[in-house]
């Protein structure tokens, strides 16, 4: 079985500021892991992605994360936060059977960025 | 090209009405996926359909099913609608359900409100 974590359900920061959300799994096969991005009243979409290869992914947006298996962590970084990542962030996982299209998802991570 | 469209965007339907929802992949995508999004449960995986056949089924009740048309479109039914039905529904299309190298596009999803 597959699970993650998001630690902290809100978080706020300045803008210019770094930005770290958290993101734990479970899993016990080798894992995928995702990090998406929700605006209101949207769909979801893709930040990055990891999927065994280089443990540092870069993805869109300046975001940043870095897969750590002895720590079950998959932490989602911005050295600096631009009013426009206010959004709803969610971690996700699946397996080498599932590619992307069976994922389970944190409980998700409102950012918010005060000016 | 055009990205994953879900129709209709927003419905509002009686306690135990029936429902279906309706999901065209982007071209060329052979993969659907659907989730459920509540405040108070998060994303959950509902179904996976690949060339037409049910691949993977979340735990949801046998009121809600799925399928998939030749042309890779999916339609979601919930029969005997209840108030925890409520929720945004989302579909997710990707080429192939293995590949770690696709990615899942998620439409904007389907607003659905039970009365």
């Known amino acids: 079985a597959q699970s993650v974590t998001q630690l902290g359900s809100h978080v706020s920061v300045s803008e210019g500021a770094l930005v770290l959300l958290r993101c734990n799994y479970s899993?016990?096969?080798?894992?995928?892991l995702f990090w998406y991005v929700q605006y209101p009243n949207q769909g979801l979409q893709l930040l990055l992605k990891?999927?065994?290869?280089?443990?540092l992914v870069k993805g869109i947006n300046g975001f940043e994360a870095e897969f750590k298996k002895s720590e079950t962590s998959f932490h989602l970084t911005k050295p600096s936060a631009h009013m426009s990542d206010a959004a709803e962030y969610f971690c996700?996982?699946?397996?080498?059977?599932?590619?992307?299209?069976?994922?389970?998802f944190g409980q998700g991570t409102r950012l918010t960025i005060n000016p | 090209k055009a990205g994953v469209t879900q129709t209709p965007r927003y419905l509002i339907k009686t306690r135990g009405q029936q429902v279906t929802l309706s999901c065209s992949p982007i071209?060329?995508?052979?993969?659907v996926s659907w989730y459920q999004q509540t405040p108070g449960q998060g994303l959950q995986f509902l179904f996976e359909?690949?060339?037409?056949?049910?691949?993977n089924k979340g735990n949801f009740p046998g009121r809600f099913s799925g399928r998939q048309f030749s042309n890779s479109r999916s339609e979601m039914n919930v029969s005997t609608l209840e108030l925890g039905d409520s929720a945004l529904y989302l579909c997710?299309?990707?080429?192939?359900?293995?590949?770690?190298?696709?990615?899942?596009?998620f439409g904007q999803g389907t607003r659905l409100t039970v009365v």
């Open positions: 997710a299309s990707s080429l192939a359900p293995d590949s770690p190298n696709t990615e899942a596009f």
């Open positions: 990891y999927t065994s290869a280089a443990t």
């Open positions: 359909y690949f060339s037409e056949t049910q691949r």
């Open positions: 071209s060329g995508h052979r993969s």
């Open positions: 996700a996982v699946s397996g080498p059977l599932q590619g992307a299209q069976k994922l389970v």
């Open positions: 899993s016990s096969v080798p894992p995928y």
